[in-house]
């Protein structure tokens, strides 16, 4: 891939592939959603009891999801992320590779947008490549879904373990659908009880 060809794949809707990553969920697994429409598309494909809504943590969903995939190694984690989000945090990818989990599965939703303040431009807009940047960091199994079926493909096996893995799709810039709950201590509750951490 040339240096730009990632801004070349198809461009592909973030509730549409959110909900064929949750048809493939069988076992209880984990899912971390990034702030705003990452979380808003989470909660419109499906609420679980496994799912955590992220509010106001920008670039915080990878970190969180590693913590649980380490705190529970037997239950696959899944983190959702947008582009702007991981660029403000980068350095988890590094940290992500280093820990090696085999249970942690992360998804980069990239439409070159900070969507939810404005739509002003990501380096992802113009220069930065999230899948190079994740191999850059040691994540061998990273790689662009150039389409729906592609992206269920990299799904499947991601979940299969041996990960980490990263996938990363090219997205358009349609606003979330769903709205979260908006009460934090009630998210922490419901999705500690969903992981089986909390005796209550």
């Not at 984990?30 to 106001?56: C, H, K, S």
Request: aromatic share 4%.
């Amino acid at each position: 891939m040339s240096n730009a060809g990632f801004h070349n794949l198809k461009v592909m809707n973030r509730l549409d592939l959110t909900r064929r990553m949750m048809a493939q969920l069988k076992h209880d697994e984990a899912v971390i959603a990034g702030i705003g429409n990452t979380n808003f598309d989470l909660w419109e494909a499906g609420q679980r009891p496994q799912n955590f809504y992220m509010l106001g943590s920008m670039g915080l969903a990878i970190p969180i999801a590693l913590g649980v995939a380490i705190a529970q190694p037997q239950r696959h984690v899944v983190a959702l992320e947008g582009d702007g989000s991981l660029l403000m945090q980068l350095g988890c990818l590094a940290t992500v590779a280093v820990q090696a989990s085999k249970n942690l599965t992360m998804v980069v939703w990239d439409n070159g947008l900070y969507q939810i303040t404005g739509s002003q431009p990501t380096a992802s807009k113009a220069t930065a490549d999230i899948v190079a940047i994740a191999r850059g960091a040691g994540l061998a199994n990273s790689a662009w879904a150039a389409d729906e079926d592609e992206f269920e493909r990299l799904m499947a096996r991601a979940l299969e373990g041996g990960g980490p893995s990263l996938i990363a799709a090219r997205i358009d810039n349609h606003p979330g659908v769903g709205k979260t709950e908006r009460d934090p201590v009630q998210i922490r509750v419901n999705f500690m009880r969903g992981i089986g951490a909390s005796k209550s």
